[in-house]
């Protein structure tokens, strides 16, 4: 079995390995994060929409908190995203409360909680109805040259960066790869459905990440190749185009469509030629994960290569202190951005 701790760090970079360093998250407020519904909630309904600041806790320690302030079971609670828990994040959640009038939510005010707002709306909140997540990130400690930070957050602006799955999706280390390798090796029935749940998004995470950085590595991540599969900008759907004709490449350069990559499961992949040889290659040096997907009857899907941080900025707050503001699309990875700009220590 492969040694899996480091498979983050071996990725490829799209702008060149950075030259400076520096520390994220060496104090929780350095790392904010706000997430913004695609729509208003209607202010009536069965559902109790609440907007929450937490601080030092993950979304899964709110929904308890809620749910035991509501006397409900825990799946009445539904969220849009799961937030850091070394983070000041403000984020949304729905408790189910049909004919009843909510609590007096304010009650759960403390240091670590903070109810912002309480509305109503009709349905329950579905995972990933984010319209986007705005990041306030501060850099301390950095030892790089300011004109080369400069330099290197136009060119993230313009070309954007690799839409890898990050650190959090595999747990410390990734020791949930290698957790899940072990599992489809054995061929093992997890009973578990949270767990199993992680260790299959973990490995198809894996296969995505692995098709990418090999194409970030060819230079073809934001170019297209022969069969590609072109994903819509801000949304799922993708499309295949024979030829990569002028219209594909002035809309790949406007940022309007991407190439995509696979989320692997058992349909037909709608790839071709070279982008289909790649992918194959890629799946056929990793059986154990792919057989344990397929057995787990996983529905195939795809995923943007690029992502574009939107409305980027940066403040020199000292020197050696910088802070970070952009906006990024639902199941996109402020760390992905970092990690072109800066080598980080995380705390």
Known sequence: MMDYSKHVDALSYAHGEPDGCANLKAQVEDFRVNEVLPFEPSDEGEHEFLYVQKTGLNTEDVVKRLARHADVPRRSVSFAGMKDRQAITKQWFSVQLPGKVGPDWSLLNDAELNIENVTRHLKKLKRGSIKHNEFEITLSQLDADKALIEARVELIKQEGVPNYFMQQRFGYQCQNLRRAYELFEKKETMRNKKLRS??????????????????????????????????????????????????????????????????????????????????????????????????????????????????????????????????????????????????????
């Not at 990440?209 to 190749?225: A, C, E, F, P, T």
């Not at 040096?285 to 574009?308: H, Q, T, Y």
């Not at 000292?318 to 699309?329: H, I, S």
């Open 198 to 347: 992680l260790f299959l998004s973990s490995a198809r995470s894996y296969l995505f990440n692995q098709v990418l950085s090999r194409r970030v590595g060819d230079k073809s991540w934001d170019k297209g190749l022969e069969g590609e599969v072109f994903i819509l900008n801000g949304t799922r759907q993708f499309f295949q185009h024979d030829g990569l004709d002028e219209g594909i490449t002035e809309r790949l350069l406007e940022h309007d469509i991407h190439c995509s990559g696979p989320l692997f499961g058992i349909d037909d992949s709608p790839t071709s030629g070279l982008v289909k040889v790649l992918e194959d290659n890629i799946f056929s040096g990793n059986g154990v994960f792919c057989d344990g997907l397929s057995r787990a009857k996983m529905e195939s899907s795809r995923r943007a290569l690029r992502v574009i941080p939107q409305q980027m900025s940066v403040q020199w707050l000292a020197p050696d202190c910088l802070r970070l503001t952009f906006n990024l699309a639902s199941g996109c990875y402020a760390t992905a951005v970092i990690r072109e700009l800066v080598k980080v220590a995380t705390n």
